[in-house]
């Protein structure tokens, strides 16, 4: 199978991250489109320097409040970045309007999680980690996503993540042991 438009397909169709067209062979004349409603996954096996395993593109469903619902999510391709214990880091990119007057856009890049006990595999762009979103589902997150960054320890985490992407999975790990220690304590 073979990527019709490669990547470009991916990231610049009306709804980003949302659809691709794949090809059996290079010399098919039509390519078959797919949607991320479609799919599972597409794996892109040819190893490189920075993905010596390969690519991984998941379907899943993307953290994106509105108006009409704090809980609103839509079907997306994100990227696998980094697989830990209990959670998994995604990026994507998006189409943002910036300059002056919003009168240009610029593809950005964005992150997020998908918490591992999170049963609908909801992936949460890292600005929303520490919102009043996750209080139902992970009580007590926001405030210790907060306070990662906080004291002489806040540095260090700052630091860190600004060198690295995956900072989040450190510290989910450290707000699961936290929660495991005061339920054990009651």
Same mark, same amino acid.
């Given at each position: 199978?073979?990527?019709?438009?490669?990547?470009?397909?991916?990231?610049?169709?009306?709804?980003?991250?949302?659809?691709?067209?794949?090809?059996?062979?290079?010399?098919?004349?039509?390519?078959?489109?797919?949607? !991320?409603?479609?799919?599972?996954?597409?794996?892109?096996?040819?190893?490189? #320097?920075?993905?010596?395993?390969?690519?991984?593109?998941?379907?899943?469903?993307?953290?994106?409040?509105?108006?009409?619902?704090?809980?609103?999510?839509?079907?997306?391709?994100?990227?696998?970045?980094?697989?830990?214990?209990?959670?998994?880091?995604?990026?994507?990119?998006?189409?943002?309007?910036?300059?002056?007057?919003?009168?240009?856009?610029?593809?950005?890049?964005?992150?997020?999680?998908?918490?591992?006990?999170?049963? #609908?595999?909801?992936?949460?762009?890292?600005?929303?980690?520490?919102?009043?979103?996750?209080?139902?589902?992970?009580?007590?997150?926001?405030?210790?996503?907060?306070?990662?960054?906080?004291?002489?320890?806040?540095?260090?985490?700052?630091?860190?993540?600004?060198?690295?992407?995956?900072?989040?999975?450190?510290?989910?790990?450290?707000?699961?042991?936290?929660?495991?220690?005061?339920?054990? !304590?009651?």
């Amino acid at each position: 199978m073979f990527i019709a438009d490669g990547t470009r397909k991916i990231l610049c169709s009306k709804k980003e991250n949302f659809s691709f067209k794949i090809k059996k062979t290079p010399e098919d004349k039509e390519p078959v489109e797919y949607t !991320a409603d479609d799919v599972v996954s597409i794996e892109y096996t040819e190893e490189t #320097e920075n993905n010596p395993d390969g690519v991984r593109w998941e379907s899943h469903p993307l953290a994106r409040p509105n108006f009409s619902s704090r809980y609103n999510t839509i079907q997306r391709l994100v990227c696998v970045d980094k697989v830990g214990e209990n959670a998994t880091v995604y990026w994507w990119k998006v189409w943002a309007a910036t300059g002056q007057n919003f009168s240009s856009r610029q593809l950005v890049t964005y992150f997020g999680v998908r918490f591992h006990n999170d049963a #609908e595999g909801i992936v949460y762009p890292y600005s929303l980690v520490n919102s009043v979103l996750m209080d139902p589902k992970y009580p007590g997150l926001k405030d210790f996503c907060k306070n990662w960054f906080k004291g002489p320890e806040g540095k260090v985490h700052k630091k860190e993540a600004k060198e690295n992407d995956a900072w989040i999975l450190d510290m989910y790990d450290a707000y699961l042991a936290q929660q495991n220690t005061e339920t054990t !304590a009651e």
